[in-house]
T-cell receptor, first 115, second 110 residues
Framework: GAVVSQHPSRVICKSGTSVKIECRSL??????MFWYRQFPKQSLMLMAT?????????EQGVEKDKFLINHASLTLSTLTVTSAHPEDSSFYIC???????????FGSGTRLTVV | GEDVEQSLFLSVREGDSSVINCTYT??????LYWYKQEPGAGLQLLTY?????DMKQDQRLTVLLNKKDKHLSLRIADTQTGDSAIYFC??????????FGRGTSLIVHP
């Protein structure tokens, strides 16, 4: 089946620095990928839709200058958390859909801790 | 209210059956999904059902859909400790983009 690889799985960074998270579709091409944020004991909150070759679409309330998304190829989307602060600490998950599938495949997630 | 609702917790004994319930509001839903999330991991698609189906069985998993009541359930037969996880119900239209419930934490006691 379709595989979505997400790296890193865990990252700890200092407040004020930037962190890049990668999401790759390993055996299919994805013109669209999605980035979610998950708080403890809560559901997934869709942050943005990453579109290959064009600007990302952000959900209401998500700061596009804080969460930079780049989808430069059909198999790679990146999420950069800029000037990270402790309140950005969370679990970030990406997803993509193989055109041959009926559901979305999710990456394994990235646990970001900002100290 | 929320578009997809599910109870937050379910506790069962090992070997018993687990039934996780979900209700949704969008009558135009085309696909309904169950995802499993283990601690610290991403979501794994367990199974899905088309809106024109009533039931789907896959080994220990049985999905029942009552489209009239917009009710979806997941039954896990012979529940094992390895089934302990959070189970998310989700629905989507033709775009396949899922709308998730808040997840049900399934706790399996030995």
């Amino acid at each position: 089946g379709a595989v979505v690889s997400q790296h890193p799985s865990r990252v700890i960074c200092k407040s004020g620095t930037s962190v890049k998270i990668e999401c790759r579709s390993l055996d299919f091409q994805a013109t669209t990928m999605f980035w979610y944020r998950q708080f403890p004991k809560q559901s997934l909150m869709l942050m943005a839709t990453s579109n290959e070759g064009s600007k990302a679409t952000y959900e209401q309330g998500v700061e596009k200058d804080k969460f930079l998304i780049n989808h430069a190829s059909l198999t790679l989307s990146t999420l950069t958390v800029t000037s990270a602060h402790p309140e950005d600490s969370s679990f970030y998950i990406c997803s993509a859909r193989d055109p041959g599938d009926y559901g979305y495949t999710f990456g394994s997630g990235t646990r970001l801790t900002v100290v | 209210g929320e578009d997809v609702e599910q109870s937050l917790f379910l506790s069962v004994r090992e070997g018993d059956s687990s039934v996780i319930n979900c209700t949704y509001t969008d009558s135009s839903s085309t696909y309904l999904y169950w995802y499993k999330q283990e601690p610290g991991a991403g979501l794994q698609l367990l199974t899905y059902i088309f809106s024109n189906m009533d039931m789907k069985q896959d080994q220990r998993l049985t999905v029942l859909l009552n489209k009239k009541d917009k009710h979806l359930s997941l039954r896990i037969a012979d529940t094992q400790t390895g089934d302990s996880a959070i189970y998310f119900c989700a629905e989507s239209g033709g775009s396949y983009i899922p709308t998730f419930g808040r997840g049900t934490s399934l706790i399996v006691h030995p």
